[in-house]
């Protein structure tokens, strides 16, 4: 019979390095090209440079809260402690909006990855084939699903150095300088206009990291492996990003890769030809980035789902465990078929003038900075009122990191919210009817005791 329990820890440092990495490196594959289109190459890439700071500070204060309260909820668990049950229902309720509008995003790009070498394919169908056979993984076992994210990080890493050393001959400094400040030779206000609106395709370069809080349970050493795996995954993803960006943007005129899904085949396909083995090699290969980031977020939304059903914020049958698998195996099932009901919800989510990707893009990012507030705002209440909790890892620099975490944090939300402003209609919208109907089901259990 299935019950309540806890996970088993069985992970190690180099599995948890592996969710780190897989959870994000998707994020070099495809999304971060729209951010070309609105702010060009030099002021995405000063945008990128921010954002990078603003994951680096975060990261090593958020390690501390991970490694101190190693719960499956991660940002709720820290949130709840600081602020209660209000506190908590914010950050779990934006965590849940990251990581179930990422995976449709993601999915959507290893069809449109598949429709190139399938035509007959369509890439939604395709997404919705690699959301089953992903979730199935993901069921099987935590550490079946840990060894697979290993391996398929690996090789996602290994083809994006493969990508840089193909298009390195054909590399020009001219062209990723060439109209770089948003179609302009020089910044402009114009120019520093879309630099705010390119902010969100910034941070998919690295969303998601903050996933490894949420495996802290199954970690056989979480003092000493989760702040290895945080600090080792935010270097590889900086070096990865800033490489993958510049290479592709020095192949060619970089505009024709803005506003789509396989920036990364295109770019090579200016170098090598349509016809080339290198540019098969790479769509197939390609594949493996995108693979580590749906089944890393996968796993990571089942933890946040399972934990807060443990915890009372959703229906207590989301918070079972699978009686010979040990995973939570109806967390993964409702959080596919919300991702999956995203990928063919145009009507309901394709608003703006955006393609649906840069906008369930935009959606998981709102989440994002929501989360990454509440957690800085956490991190110094508890400092203040529990200085005395045992902290296996302590935030270097103190406050100065957190506090930069927190003010590049606000500014991005700001910027997010001023230029999509339909979309964070949507995500308020949703976060207050969750708090309605979470306050309702607290009052019908106070009345039924």
């Known amino acids: 019979m299935e019950e309540h329990s806890h996970l088993k820890a069985t992970l190690n440092t180099w599995q948890l390095w592996g969710i780190a990495v897989g959870l994000v490196i998707s994020g070099e594959y495809f999304g971060w090209s ?42 709720f668990a820290y949130a709840q402690r600081a602020f209660g049950d209000t506190g908590g229902y914010i950050a779990a309720a934006a965590t849940l909006v990251e990581f179930l509008f990422a995976p449709p995003a993601i999915a959507l790009a290893i069809g449109a990855y598949l429709h190139v070498q399938f035509p007959g394919l369509a890439p939604r169908n395709a997404a919705v084939l690699a959301y089953l056979l992903f979730m199935a993984i993901n ?76 495996a802290a349970e199954e970690v056989k050493k979480p003092t000493r492996s989760i702040p290895i795996a945080y600090i080792g995954g935010i270097v590889t993803l900086l070096l990865l990003a800033l ?88 967390a993964v099932v409702a959080g596919g078929i919300i991702g999956i009901a995203a990928i063919y919800s145009d009507n309901w989510i394709r608003f703006g003038g955006q393609p649906l990707t840069a906008n369930i893009v935009t959606m998981s990012v709102l989440g994002a900075l929501v989360m990454y507030i509440v957690s800085m705002l956490a991190l110094f209440r508890l400092r203040r009122c529990e200085p005395v909790m045992a902290r296996p890892f302590r935030t270097p620099l103190y406050p100065l990191l957190p506090l930069w975490a927190l003010l590049c944090a606000v500014v991005c939300l700001a910027s997010l919210i001023y230029y999509n402003r339909l979309i964070a209609a949507l995500f308020t919208a949703l976060l207050l009817l969750g708090y309605l109907a979470l306050r309702l089901g607290w009052r019908k259990k106070r009345h039924a005791v």
């Open 243 to 330: 490489g993958v960006m510049l290479f592709a943007g020095g192949v060619g005129d970089w505009r024709i890769l803005a506003n789509i899904n396989d920036p990364l085949p295109q770019a090579m396909k200016i170098i090598v030809g349509a016809s080339s083995g290198w540019l098969h090699m790479l769509v197939w290969l390609g594949l493996f980035g995108l693979v580590a980031s749906l089944h890393g977020i996968i796993f990571g939304y089942s933890r946040q789902v399972y934990a807060l059903a443990r915890a009372g914020y959703l229906p207590a049958v989301l918070g079972r465990i699978h009686p010979r698998f040990r995973t939570p195996w109806i």
């Open 34 to 75: 729209y951010g070309w289109a609105s702010a060009g190459t030099l002021g995405f890439l000063a945008v990128t440079l921010l954002v990078a700071t603003m994951y680096t500070a975060f990261i090593f204060s958020f390690t501390e809260l991970t490694t101190a309260i190693p719960h499956a909820g991660g940002p």
């Open 139 to 214: 069921i099987v076992g935590v550490q079946i699903a840990a060894s697979f994210e290993l391996v398929v990080t690996l090789l996602a890493i290994v083809e994006l150095l493969v990508f840089m050393g193909v298009v390195a001959p054909g590399f020009r400094l001219s062209n990723f300088l060439a109209h770089g400040w948003a179609g302009h030779e020089h910044l402009t206000l114009h120019t520093t206009t879309g630099m705010f609106a390119a902010v969100p395709f910034a941070i998919w370069f690295f969303l998601a990291i903050e996933g490894v809080a949420m």
